[in-house]
Structure formats: C-alpha cells, structure tokens
C-alpha cells in the first residue's frame, strides 16, 4: 500500500530565508506532484515530477525527485510573505489515483 | 476558460437529511474525484469515476452516494448515514488519456450541520 509521509508538517520562518520541505513515498511510483493551498481555498497544482533527478522551478520554488530514495523536496529561496500557504505533495499509485501528504502549513513573517 | 465549478459554496445540513453538492466540469475530462479535507489534514478520496455511468469507491466511501450520468457532471449525496458530515468537499477532474497531467480543482463546498 502506497503511503506518504510530508515533513515537517508546520514550518513558521521569516522572510529572506531558505527552507526544505520533504515528502517520501513508500513504494514505486511514476508521478509526483506538489500542490499549494491558500486558507479556505481550492487547490492549485504548482509541479509535476516524472522521473528520476527532476528538477522543476517556478519563481522562488524548486521541486526535485530522487526515485531511488522515495523523496521529494520542495526548496524555497530567500522566502517572502505571499509563499505563506499549505503545501500538499500528491504520489500516483498504480491506478489513475493520487495518494496524498498531511500538507506543509508553511508561514512566512516579515 | 475551462474549469470546474463546485456549488454551493457553503452548505448547511440537518440531522437525519441528505444534501447534494454539485460538480460540473467544461475541460472535457473522463476522469473526476470527490475527497474531503478535514481541518489541517491532507485529502482523502471518497468516490472516482473514470468514465460516464461508471465510478468505484474510495478510501471514505461509507455515507456517501454519486452518480455519473454525464460526462461534465459529478454529484456527491451525502446522506443521513454520514454521522459526522462537517468538512471542506473537493471536486477534481483529470485527462484519463494522460495519467501524467495534474487533477484540476473546484473551489470546494464547505459543508456543516446545523
């Protein structure tokens, strides 16, 4: 049974710095995303990572995938405060399903 | 734009009654998902369809009903048997023919008992 596991699961830091979220899955999958979700929001899909060594970066996120190590990373770069939000990674199982994380409340403070 | 459009936006529910909350798609998807989130928790799948007149059970599928007779339309009941109903429903759709594209989202129905 594919499970998932994010950590740390709150993460408060201020602006400027540079922080790690981790996400590991117990059994082989082909597809990995990481979602963010602002309080009492929808979600909105931000990576997909498909293959061994992926690296994806969009502003001051970067996501990479290390298959071999079951593990995820979603790295953020001298943080500001509108990176404030939960951060959800989601692993494919062998179906058409996503299996989920608990969510990184990430909160950013001037 | 295409989308996926939840409703209502807020939900009230009395004891001993079921209510529906609407999902309806335009992004031409085959796919489409119903999870709840509970507060500071991750999703949880209560129903899928892949296909119209054809859907499975989740991890939570217990109190809850759907049904897929279109393609653009996903409706989740949840019924009288949902003992503790409170929660923030989620509506996605993906592309069955590339398992490798993101679900998409609605904005979720907030739902509480009265």
């Known amino acids: 049974e594919l499970k998932v596991e994010q950590n740390p699961l709150f993460l408060s830091m201020q602006e400027g710095k540079n922080y790690t979220i981790y996400c590991n899955y117990s059994?082989?999958?082909?597809?990995l995303y990481w979602y963010r979700q602002d309080p009492g929001k929808s979600l909105e899909s931000l990576f997909v990572l498909l293959s061994n060594g992926a690296v994806k970066q969009e502003g001051r996120l970067m996501a990479s995938l290390d298959t071999k190590a079951r593990l995820s990373t979603l790295h953020i770069t001298a943080a500001v405060h509108d990176l404030s939000a939960t951060y959800f990674c989601?692993?494919?199982?062998?179906?058409?399903?996503?299996?989920w994380g608990a969510g990184t409340k990430l909160i950013i403070k001037p | 734009d295409g989308g996926i459009t939840q409703s209502p936006k807020y939900l009230f529910r009395k004891e001993g009654q079921n209510v529906t909350l609407s999902c309806e798609q335009n992004?031409?998807?085959?796919?489409m998902y119903w999870y709840r989130q509970d507060p500071g928790q991750g999703l949880r799948l209560i129903y899928y369809?892949?296909?119209?007149?054809?859907?499975q059970k989740g991890d939570i599928a217990e109190g809850y009903s759907v049904s897929r007779e279109k393609k653009e339309s996903f409706p989740l009941t949840v019924t009288s048997a949902q003992k503790n109903p409170t929660a923030f429903y989620l509506c996605a759709s993906s592309n069955r023919d590339n398992r490798y594209q993101p679900q998409h989202f609605g904005d979720g129905t907030r739902l509480s008992i009265l």
């Open positions: 992004l031409n998807h085959d796919a």
């Open positions: 369809s892949q296909i119209v007149n054809d859907f």
């Open positions: 989601a692993v494919g199982d062998s179906n058409y399903q996503l299996i």
């Open positions: 059994t082989t999958s082909d597809r």
